[in-house]
Nanobody, 113 residues
Framework: QVQLVESGGGSVQAGGSLKLSCAASTFSTCGMGWYRQVPGKERELVSFIRHDGTKTYADSVKGRFTISQDNVKNTIYLQMDSLKTEDTSVYYC?????????WGQGTQVTVSQ
């Protein structure tokens, strides 16, 4: 089992920044990432980072979001800059361990004009 605790969501105006954090209770064997979901749509990948540091970003956030990790603390971060109204969503932290997927409870990010 992996417990994930997210923090850092909130409300910001367009063009602003937020930083999300996700702390895992134990080591994730394949890496950790962030997904987001709005009502009526499928959950989509935002960014993922493997333990070797390989990073993946959705095209919609490239150049604006930066994922990073602290392997000692089993924690990942998502620095979100130049936020747009379309980034408004519930953001979920994800981790996988020995073939099983785990999700955080979600944190709301609201970007207003």
């Amino acid at each position: 089992q992996v417990q994930l605790v997210e923090s850092g969501g909130g409300s910001v105006q367009a063009g602003g920044s937020l930083k999300l954090s996700c702390a895992a209770s134990t080591f994730s064997t394949c890496g950790m990432g962030w997904y987001r979901q709005v009502p009526g749509k499928e959950r989509e990948l935002v960014s993922f980072i493997r333990h070797d540091g390989t990073k993946t970003y959705a095209d919609s956030v490239k150049g604006r979001f930066t994922i990073s990790q602290d392997n000692v603390k089993n924690t990942i971060y998502l620095q979100m800059d130049s936020l747009k109204t379309e980034d408004t969503s519930v953001y979920y932290c994800a981790a996988c361990r020995f073939g099983a997927n785990y999700w955080g409870q979600g944190t709301q990010v609201t970007v207003s004009q």
